[in-house]
Structures are given as C-alpha cells and as structure tokens.
C-alpha cells in the first residue's frame, strides 16, 4: 500500500507531496503516481489530486490502484471513462457488478482486455464511500477529432497503407498532388497561388514541386500544354526519387501528430480540468499512464483551462 502519511499529503506543501509522490512510486511500481494542486487554474478551493497513471492492461497495476484508493480514502474518485464506456464495464452498474459470485467477477475481470484498473477503481470508490465521476468524453467525439485532424489524402491513403495496398495508397497520393498542382500552374497569372492541402507527402517535396508549379505559371512564353508537361516530368522524377518512404514517413507522422493532439493534449486538459473542479477536497484520478506526465504539467501551468465545449464539439 501507498505510505500512511498519505492522509495528510494536503498539509506540508510541494516538498511534503514530491515526497510522499516519490515514495507512493516506490511503493507501487506498477503506477504513476503525481500529487498535483491545480488551485492557481481554478482558485484556491481546488482539490488535491492524486493522479494514478496506469497501463490499462495490466492486472498488477489494477491492485495497485485499488489499494491506494483503499488507503487514501478520497471524497472522489476520477476515471478515464465516459458513460459509454462505464456501461461496457458495469452495464447494470456497479452494485449489481458487487453482488456477483466472487468467481463470476474474478472471470469477468479475466476477460476483460483493457480497463482493468478502471473497474478496479470504481469498485474501490464504492467499497471507501467514494463519489465516482466520469471524467473523459465520448470515445466517438476522440475518433471524430483525430479523424478531422488529418488531411483527406493522408485519410485515405492511411486506410490503404492500413489495408495492405501501399502501391495504391502511393498513387492516390501522388494523384491528389498531382491534381493540386496542376490547378496551381495552370493558373492564371494574377490569381492568388491556390492553397495546396497535400499531406501525405514530405513536405520539402511539395515546397519544391510547389515553386516548380509557380514558376511555370509566370512563365507567359509557355503555353498551358507546355506548362503541365513541364511539371508532370518534375513530379514523375519526385515519385521516382521518392519510391514510397517519405509517403511512409509523413503517413506515420501525420497520424502521430493526429494522435498526439487529439487523443493525448486535449483529453489531457479535459480530464485534469474535471478532476480538479470535483467537490471534494482530496481527489483521485486514475488514468492512462500515457496522460500522467503531460497532465502534472498542465497542472504547473497557470493558464486558465480551455472551455470545455470546444474540447466536447464534433467537427
């Protein structure tokens, strides 16, 4: 179990909670632990949070959370689930989960391939008297942003990289830059260059076949047959150098930008920013490992929370 100076984290300041964070760690080796006080964000009636961060998997971290809950005793307990994922765990909610065989839940638990330490956590809130929030937002609206995030090419083409068709997936993409550029040389002189949205390409790759285009398009001796001819030999040569590892390389970091923005920052400040406005004035959030880091540093950062209705819109 977590040290039993625990219940008094509150009183001895950032020193006094590094401390008991640090030998928390040492304690549970299967969890994050972070003391974090986000009062300069929301005023000094913000609770203490005691963030959890825990792979979803693993059974050794679920304990682990289950017995800090146990020994700390919060007024609330913050999970990384929305409703929809709360009733995939507890579908006839967490009493009737209870009341279960003690061999019916332990098989349940068995099977169940994330969120572990999720149902761990819930069932210890409800065991110590614990209010449990649902602190993240619908899956759906995550899949939706992450989805937006991305260029349509880079869709695209992902989904065939995804599906085996990398030969495909490179002549979509080189066919949507292709078309993009030759709207852009083929331009009239006086018109303003055309915004490219080429994304599964490397992008010094465009700049280049972009100036290509432009330079084209401002040469008056040239005729429009002359002027596309010219450029669809540049971009021939660029798809040959290329051979398909930068398509590779800007696929993967576009999703990971994606992924990065959508999955990770944003569900990061949603969560601590519900976590810190609960009522109670020791809180427990247990997360995904992958949000413990960026959400203590959110949490050192006084800027004000982002309003929660443009982190909740679904493009």
Avoid at 2 to 20: K, L, N
Avoid at 101 to 112: D, F, H, S, V
Avoid at 244 to 270: F, K, N
């Amino acid at each position: 179990p977590p040290p039993a100076e625990c219940r008094i984290v509150g009183a001895g300041g950032d020193d006094a909670r590094a401390r008991w964070a640090e030998a928390a760690c040492a304690a549970m080796p299967a969890v994050d632990v972070r003391a974090l006080l986000p009062a300069p964000i929301v005023g000094a009636a913000s609770p203490l949070v005691v963030l959890l961060g825990a792979r979803h998997d693993s059974e050794e971290a679920a304990a682990e959370v289950a017995a800090a809950i146990t020994a700390l005793r919060p007024e609330d307990v913050g999970l990384e689930l929305c409703e929809r994922r709360f009733r995939r765990l507890f579908p006839f909610g967490v009493e009737a989960f209870q009341v279960l065989p003690e061999k019916t839940r332990a098989a349940m638990r068995a099977k169940l391939p994330f969120g572990k330490e999720q149902l761990a956590a819930a069932l210890s809130a409800r065991a110590v008297g614990a209010r449990v929030a649902l602190c993240d937002r619908d899956s759906r609206i995550t899949e939706a942003r992450v989805l937006a995030h991305m260029p349509t090419d880079v869709l695209l083409a992902g989904s065939l990289a995804a599906l085996g068709a990398e030969s495909m997936a490179a002549f979509v993409a080189w066919l949507h830059a292709s078309w993009r550029l030759r709207r852009r040389c083929l331009a009239r002189a006086e018109a303003e260059p055309e915004m490219l949205r080429i994304g599964a390409l490397p992008v010094e790759v465009v700049d280049a076949l972009a100036a290509e285009a432009d330079r084209l398009a401002a040469d008056h001796s040239l005729t429009r047959r002359d002027r596309w001819t010219a450029l669809r030999g540049s971009i021939e040569a660029a798809a040959a150098t290329d051979a398909g590892d930068g398509l590779a390389w800007t696929l993967e970091a576009a999703l990971h930008e994606a992924v990065t923005a959508c999955v990770i920052r944003e569900r990061d400040e949603l969560l601590l920013a519900r976590l810190a406005h609960l009522s109670g004035q020791l809180v427990v959030g247990v997360v995904g490992v992958a949000h413990a880091a960026g959400m203590a540093e959110r949490a050192a950062d006084c800027r004000p929370f982002s309003d929660e209705r443009a982190l909740l819109e679904r493009p």
